[in-house]
């Protein structure tokens, strides 16, 4: 299964990548995952595969070569979500543990919002079934040194912030991954942010320890539906009052919208 990104994209100052790109920083970290699996061809917990017994997640599919088919039915929140890699011995167009690491889905629309202030948005070309894959968001991965840099480069050109936080918890350890697509990215970087969205994120490894983010419908989406995913709770620690002049207001017209697009204020 190739991983493609074949959409026709607004913005040409953006390099499109299907998948993240790692900063020559981030690449002094990668170590390269210790579990794959012996599988013949297809992979599945009767098979005994290692990849999906040590993942939170579970799929189901009509087809396994028909992405499309496929269905998130479990996940759990205390394992992790794994798929099988570039060690694995699985047939790649048979294995039915790979969903993330083979590209955006078919039928998304990139295109102009009703309410033009929101910009681009991505948009179903055809129905979307609840727990179906999308695409991933995809972009450059960087350290928390830069991240905070490049934030306030944006905010001080007033520049628009696609900078994502993936802050995972190890027992106490907490470890943070940035993912930038501002410069390097996929169609995912045009999905919009809702206080009441119709998609979700699932943090997925792959072939190594640095995390990729996977967005799944969390509902039935129509055909025509704009798709959107909650950017995250806000951190007010410094207060409302004294972070608003640096937040970005919420568009996404939502009965139970938090008024203000959420960020980190840690990194500023």
């Known amino acids: 299964m190739e991983c493609i990104d074949n959409y026709e994209h607004l913005s040409p100052q953006v390099m499109y990548f299907a998948k993240c790109l790692p900063s020559r920083e981030i690449e002094k ?8 699996c012996n599988c013949k061809d297809s992979c599945s917990e009767e098979t005994n595969c ?7 997640t579970k799929f189901c599919f009509t087809d396994v070569e028909d992405l499309e088919s496929y269905r998130l039915v479990a996940k759990s929140v205390n394992r992790p979500t794994y798929e099988c890699n570039d060690q694995c011995q699985c047939c790649a167009s048979l294995c039915g543990n790979k969903l993330v690491q083979c590209g955006p889905r078919k039928g998304l629309e990139v295109k102009l919002c009703e309410d033009a202030r929101k910009g681009e948005g991505v948009f179903a070309g055809d129905p979307i079934a609840n727990g179906s894959f999308v695409c991933e968001y995809a972009g450059e991965t960087i350290s ?3 991240a905070s840099i490049r934030f306030k480069l944006n905010a001080k050109h007033r520049r628009m912030n696609y900078i ?10 907490s470890v943070k991954t940035f993912i930038d697509p501002t410069v390097y990215g996929n169609i995912g970087r045009y999905i919009n ?5 119709n998609c979700s994120m699932i943090i997925t490894r792959i072939h190594d320890n640095i995390p990729v983010l996977g967005i799944y419908a969390c509902r039935d989406i129509k055909t025509g539906e704009e798709l959107s995913y909650d950017y995250g709770i806000s951190d007010l620690s410094g207060g409302v009052g ?3 002049p640096n937040r970005t207001k919420c568009l996404c017209g939502s009965t ?7 960020y980190d204020s840690k990194i500023m």
């Open 193 to 197: 942010h809702s206080c009441d969205p």
């Open 164 to 173: 994502f936080c993936i802050d995972e918890h190890f027992g106490d350890n």
């Open 50 to 56: 290692n990849c999906i017994k040590r993942s939170g």
């Open 29 to 36: 970290t990668m170590k390269p995952t210790s579990v794959f």
């Open 242 to 244: 004294e972070l608003e």
């Open 144 to 146: 928390e040194k830069e």
């Open 256 to 262: 139970n919208c938090r008024g203000f697009l959420p």
